[in-house]
């Protein structure tokens, strides 16, 4: 199996109430707006006024939920998940939503994030005999809930909430209740819409678009939502000490036509693109981006440098996450199968190419070559980030500082290592120049180091904490 160097999506959530039409149609739609987030796993669980039902399983939304498994979704209260997997391995027990027997009711729930707190918290949980199947945060979230020594659902969500730490966004039901919350950084998105009077939650306003629903506002940081036979109602559990906006989210995990605390996440992106022209100019034939998550900002830069944007990549979409190798003599396979030069664009070419990001820098060695045996006559490697040299622990799947490229060489040795003519990064001062957000508002702990909880570490928050053997 080859790995498709980019930065994985962590997760996507959504939940619906519905005034009485079926939730799971909404779900199921929501899901398909969110794939991009969580490739691994999908699930969606419904509650009928008697009793709570789930489907969920490995593979995408299309693979998991056929008509036949959506009829067995009846109610008008759901909540679905996809998911890459940042904490516990790639497998059907840690597949979401999780369901967890409570005094309230069976509580259903769906995360998006990684907790940085949850081995400490499991053992504690194992102390006072919770059994734990899966090696999952977001069963630890579940436990802690279930076993609140509170006596309403409302309180054991807030006592939940003062204990997690890191980053999360929820929702979660029990019964026909409806419940949204996040953490007090507000790191993950997660957005509140309606559907005429129904209320909906979604990691990304592209999702409402999708099912016909207006977007209203964000849950903001610290704050729980519950959703239930009374109305909707708001309750700030956690003070919000320090805002910490995921910068990825807007430099490439959000989709395009998403809107990020009132910002077009295209026009972010495009943006990115006209000053990474400004800072790192370069003379060349043609503009192309590496697709889909560098079209924004190739747009920007082309405009500023007066160069055309050509389409000189094709992206295979019908390529998942890994795949099988037929051949380990095929060189670059990995990078042939999901992207193919467009010849007549590229020959003869001096190319500027724009991606968000190097990760490993594998990838784009390897796209550098496939544009250079299609003839390009230069490529020069325009990133529209700031290089990421250190690992993320609240939901991006780098939590192994040594994978990344940025964190051992220089730039100029970067260069050298993917094989490009030249190579420019955005710098800090122009990612913020284009995001319009005071950088004391966003977590940028992957470009600068400084983390905005307690400072995590890979066996506390790494994938596999959960994993190892404790003891």
């Known amino acids: 199996m080859i790995p498709w160097d980019k930065l994985h999506e962590e997760c996507g959530v959504f939940g619906i109430r519905t005034g009485g039409a079926t939730a799971a149609t909404y779900v199921h739609l929501g899901l398909y707006a969110l794939q991009h987030r969580g490739q691994e796993s999908a699930g969606i669980a419904t509650h009928d006024g008697a009793r709570t039902h789930v489907v969920k399983d490995m593979g995408l939304v299309a693979q998991v939920f056929s008509r036949d498994r959506l009829a067995t979704l009846p109610g008008c209260v759901g909540i679905g998940h996809v998911r890459y997997s940042t904490m516990g391995g790639a497998r059907l027990a840690n597949a979401q939503p999780f369901l967890e027997a409570t005094p309230w009711g069976t509580l259903a729930l769906a995360h998006n994030g990684n907790l940085v707190n949850a081995p400490l918290l499991r053992a504690e949980l194992e102390e006072r005999g919770s059994r734990f199947s899966a090696t999952s945060d977001t069963e630890v979230i579940t436990k802690l809930i279930a076993t609140a020594p509170v006596a309403t659902l409302e309180e054991a969500v807030a006592h939940c909430m003062g204990r997690i730490r890191g980053a999360y966004t929820v929702v979660a039901m029990v019964g026909e209740t409806l419940i949204a919350f996040r953490d007090p950084n507000g790191i993950r998105p997660l957005e509140?819409?309606?559907?005429?009077?129904?209320?909906?939650?979604a990691s990304e306003t592209c999702a409402f678009d999708h099912i016909g629903a207006e977007a209203v506002r964000e849950v903001g940081p610290g704050e729980l939502l519950i959703a239930d036979t009374r109305g909707l109602r708001s309750i700030q559990v956690l003070p919000v000490t320090r805002r910490a906006s995921c910068v990825f989210e807007y430099i490439y995990f959000a989709r395009p036509d998403t809107v990020l605390e009132a910002r077009s996440v295209h026009h972010v992106r495009r943006r990115m693109g006209r000053v990474l022209a400004c800072e790192h100019p370069a003379s060349a034939d043609i503009v192309i981006a590496v697709p889909d998550s560098g079209t924004s900002a190739a747009m920007g830069y082309?405009?500023?440098?007066?160069?055309?944007?050509?389409?000189?990549?094709?992206?295979?979409?019908?390529?998942?996450?890994?795949?099988?190798?037929?051949?380990?003599?095929?060189?670059?396979?990995g990078v042939r199968v999901k992207l193919n030069p467009v010849a007549d664009v590229i020959a003869g070419r001096r190319i500027v190419l724009v991606d968000d990001s190097i990760v490993r820098g594998t990838t784009s060695r390897q796209i550098v070559r496939l544009l250079r045996r299609a003839g390009a006559r230069e490529v020069h490697v325009r990133i529209s980030s700031p290089p990421i040299r250190n690992a993320c622990f609240y939901g991006i799947d780098t939590s192994n500082r040594g994978e990344?490229?940025?964190?051992?060489?220089?730039?100029?040795e970067i260069r050298a290592e993917i094989e490009a003519d030249t190579l420019g990064y955005l710098s800090m001062g122009g990612l913020v120049e284009a995001l319009r957000l005071s950088p004391g508002n966003l977590c940028l702990a992957c470009l600068g180091g400084a983390y905005p909880t307690e400072t995590p570490t890979e066996a506390t928050a790494g994938r596999f904490a959960l994993e190892a053997p404790r003891v």
């Open 192 to 201: 509140m819409g309606r559907l005429g009077h129904d209320v909906v939650f």
């Open 302 to 333: 082309a405009e500023v440098a007066g160069i055309p944007h050509e389409v000189g990549l094709i992206k295979n979409r019908y390529i998942g996450r890994t795949f099988i190798q037929p051949d380990p003599s095929m060189r670059d396979f």
């Open 404 to 412: 990344l490229v940025a964190a051992r060489l220089k730039v100029d």
